[in-house]
């Protein structure tokens, strides 16, 4: 299963890379496979502040409707749009085009609380 080494993981399965004070958020291939086809994403608005652990978006697949959860607090400040178009980029690049919005941290220390590559590896077996 693919972990890029860059990311943070939350127990849910969603990732974040961080830049200065934004993360770009996504789910992560391991999530995407056990989903299947991914049909639509439901992004949280441009705006809207999110808080870890609660739900910040939505993915349907030919499965089932998934919440998605914030891995950290902070502001929606950008939503993936290209997903409108195609959400099958969610399979496709779950690490790449398919991330789902992008948050301006309000509180950088939660990092903290989330898993590094490899507990993540471990929590996936």
Known sequence: MNVP????????????????????VGITDHAQNELTDIVYVDPPKVGTTVSAGQAAAVVESVKAASDIYAPVDGEVIEVNDALGGNPAFVNTAPFGEGWLFKVRLSNPAQLENLKSPDAYRAQIG
């Open 5 to 24: 080494e860059d990311l943070k993981y939350a127990e849910t399965h969603e990732w974040i890379r961080v830049d200065g004070d934004t993360g770009i």
